[in-house]
């Protein structure tokens, strides 16, 4: 166990201007931590009222040469940055060139300890039944790569992540959040499909693994100088159970949506993937590509009806969220001030993305 | 043939996906500076070896083949080494960052009687094969003049060409961004009219990015026929447009698409050839809407079907012991095309 912990600690959080980095830093700050927050080069940081002794370190982790610097005085690191947006391969070279250069960096630290964001995309949604918990099973190979770019990459984000700590004999926490909202992320790809006004909400009475913004973000502060989260991993999600329903109904009411829920039954949708991919396969001789809300791995993914029970995190970090769904709710639409809805959020939103590149032709 | 492949990013999926389906070809190891990327593209292709240092490879696995799929500026160095351990060379596009070392990678390979083969896979597209195919016989005609355009809006938010936070590696070459898709509008015009006598180009920025020049235009007078050569990063939308015009028939096709039309002259009435032509040109143009996506749907190569088609040629010449679908005279000649469009010399 590092000797760290139980005292104030200076932080390094990357990603720190993403939605769920920002709440970090704040969590971090209001802990009694100073934080070293690591953004991109060209990221403008006027607009994020940080505190005076907050340290912004700029640098993109896939480029920058000068890292080791990110980590002087620094006891802890939090990692949440991962790229986010692009096609597949960016988002996998990206994530794990940026992980394994910035722990590169670490290794020639004094730094011991890391509190890393995983994300509820590694898992194998296909063979988990009832509920979903930190021993259920990972994906793997040859799965894995047919599931998207965010999960290839978060899932080789957190190999990486493990292999080196354990090479470098550091304390490693893993946290692995649901779906991230908040203030800047109020829709949710995991309530359905959009078609114009229509909102097709699969399985509209399945509970969402939701983890409230703030309360995530009190989840990785407390991790930082906790002794009982060092080798541990946690799935991050809030207590209370909310539908996709409920979900949907008050984001429509309270940004002033128009639009009709449309509830669709899983079983239904599922074997609507089923028998597309079949016939995909049918037609193309086993090789056909068909959009990623088709793929059955994709789909379970991101709507599969399990149970996300968050005991582990209550009783090893005796931890409760600060904030309930309605008090949530409250502070991420107060004043009408909320975004357009993001057009597909991923399952976890670090959104602290070292670059975003969006997929498109390249000059290959 | 076992086969070594450096690099594991964006090209290399491609590479990696059409070796595992051809006979004869054992992928034996990949190579990445980065440990996981090369352990991930191991896992996803089924290889039983993976690397992170690239000599250390070519020592232990000595593989027939090497494919180079790096960024630009480390082709030279990775593919002299791999020539220099006896293997043959597949290396992406730009060869190299100059024509000098394209032209050390020639006598090198020479030397070593090692086949050395730039990918230059929008050559062995459908269409465009197609259309040399009809050159070739004669059904054509001569070819008078080629068109080739890329409009592609590299400038836009994300783009990793003009990222703020990471400048994209080929900045640092001689043309920036553009000169990373001169080797495609280069090897088509060498294509339909053959090796160049001269060239004027102009190179234009019109927004303020990190792009040295956005804007690219260019004359060719070549061995038969002249091409006219473009990039523009402003006009939109997307589009790669090939015309190639010969004495009985012109074509247009958009390779980033299945899009090929063609018009012919005919006999008949005359009043009557302009109907005949826009209905072919009509039925192509709806052909081409629906396999454009059934080739999205496929799950093939989709526009790198070109690439597919080279490595196929490669690597049934290389088993064979025949002559490799791209030749070092016809790299010598495309990459003497390129030199010239990037000299402030030939510039106006």
């Known amino acids: ?364 | 043939m076992r086969v070594g492949v450096i690099g594991t990013g964006h090209i290399a999926r491609q590479h990696l996906s059409c070796l595992r389906e051809l006979a004869g070809v054992e992928i034996a190891a990949v190579c990445d500076l980065s440990r996981g990327l090369a352990e991930a593209a191991a896992e996803r292709f089924g290889v039983p070896r993976w690397f992170t240092d690239s000599r250390t490879m070519l020592d232990e696995i000595r593989p027939d083949v090497v494919h180079v799929t790096t960024p630009p500026t480390s082709h030279y160095r990775l593919a002299s080494d791999a020539i220099q351990a006896g293997s043959h060379v597949l290396v992406e596009k730009p060869i190299t960052v100059s024509f000098d070392e394209v032209e050390s990678l020639l006598d090198q390979a020479r030397d070593k009687n090692r086949a050395l083969i730039e990918d230059y896979n929008y050559v062995f597209n459908k269409p465009v094969q197609r259309l040399l195919n009809m050159i070739e016989s004669g059904e054509f005609g001569h070819v008078v003049h080629v068109e080739v355009l890329f409009c592609l809006d590299i400038l836009a938010k994300g783009n990793p060409f003009c990222d703020p936070n990471a400048p994209h590696p080929c900045l640092t070459m001689p043309g920036g961004a553009i000169a990373d898709f001169l080797p495609h509008l280069a090897s088509l015009a060498h294509a339909f009219v053959g090796p160049h006598r001269g060239v004027r180009s102009t190179w234009r920025k019109r927004s303020d990015s990190p792009l040295p020049s956005d804007e690219f235009q260019a004359m060719v007078n070549a061995e038969r026929g002249t091409a006219a050569l473009g990039f523009s990063a402003h006009a939109q939308p997307d589009v790669f447009w090939l015309r190639v015009y010969g004495t009985k028939m012109r074509a247009a096709a958009n390779l980033f698409e299945t899009r090929l039309t063609i018009e012919r002259t005919r006999g008949g009435p005359k009043p009557l050839v302009p109907l005949f032509n826009s209905l072919d040109e009509a039925r192509a143009v709806r052909r081409s809407a629906f396999g454009s996506l059934v080739r999205k749907l496929s799950g093939g190569p989709g526009a790198y079907e070109g690439l597919w088609a080279l490595l196929t040629k490669t690597y049934e010449a290389l088993n064979k012991g025949g002559q490799p679908p791209v030749s070092s005279q016809q790299i010598q000649e495309v990459n003497r095309l390129i030199d010239d469009l990037k000299k402030p010399e030939y510039q106006f």
């Open chain 1, 1 to 364: 166990m590092s000797d760290v912990v139980g005292k104030p600690l200076k932080v390094l959080v990357t990603g720190a201007n993403g939605l769920l980095g920002r709440s970090v830093v704040t969590a971090l700050i209001d802990r009694g931590h100073r934080v070293r927050a690591m953004v991109r080069p060209a990221t403008d940081v006027s607009h994020l009222h940080w505190p005076n002794d907050v340290e912004i370190f700029r640098a993109d982790l896939r480029v920058s040469r000068e890292l080791q610097s990110a980590f002087e005085g620094i006891d802890v690191l939090v990692h949440l940055a991962a790229v986010v947006t692009g096609g597949e391969e960016a988002q996998l070279a990206g994530t794990v060139i940026g992980t394994e250069r910035l722990l590169d960096a670490m290794a020639r630290s004094q730094a011991r300890r890391i509190v890393f964001a995983g994300t509820f995309s590694v898992y194998d949604w296909s063979t988990i039944r009832r509920q979903l918990t930190e021993d259920s099973p990972l994906e793997q190979a040859p799965d894995l790569y047919e599931r998207d770019g965010y999960a290839i990459a978060k899932m080789w984000q957190e190999r990486v992540v493990r292999r080196m700590t354990q090479e470098s004999g550091w304390d490693l926490t893993v946290l692995r959040p649901g779906f991230i909202w908040g203030k800047g992320n109020e829709y949710l790809f995991g309530l359905g499909q959009r078609a114009g006004p229509l909102q097709l909400l699969f399985g509209a009475r399945r509970r969402l693994p939701l983890t409230y913004v703030e309360n995530c973000a009190d989840v990785f502060a407390e991790c930082v100088s906790i002794p009982a989260a060092a080798g541990q991993t946690f799935n991050v999600v809030d207590s209370d159970d909310v539908t996709v329903w409920r979900y949907a109904g008050q984001w429509m009411r309270r940004t002033g949506k128009r639009g009709v829920r449309i509830p669709v039954p899983y079983s239904l949708a599922t074997l609507a993937t089923r028998v597309a991919q079949r016939t995909s396969k049918l037609i193309f001789h086993g090789k056909g590509k068909l959009p990623s809300i088709l793929v059955p791995c994709r789909f379970e993914a991101r709507f599969k009806p399990l149970r996300f029970p968050n005991t582990k995190l209550r009783t090893v970090l005796g931890w409760k969220p600060k904030f309930s769904f309605e008090e949530a709710l409250e502070r991420t639409y107060e004043a009408g001030q909320c975004n357009q809805p993001a057009a597909m959020a991923t399952v976890v939103d670090s959104r602290t993305a070292f670059t975003p590149s969006p997929s498109g032709r390249g000059s290959g």
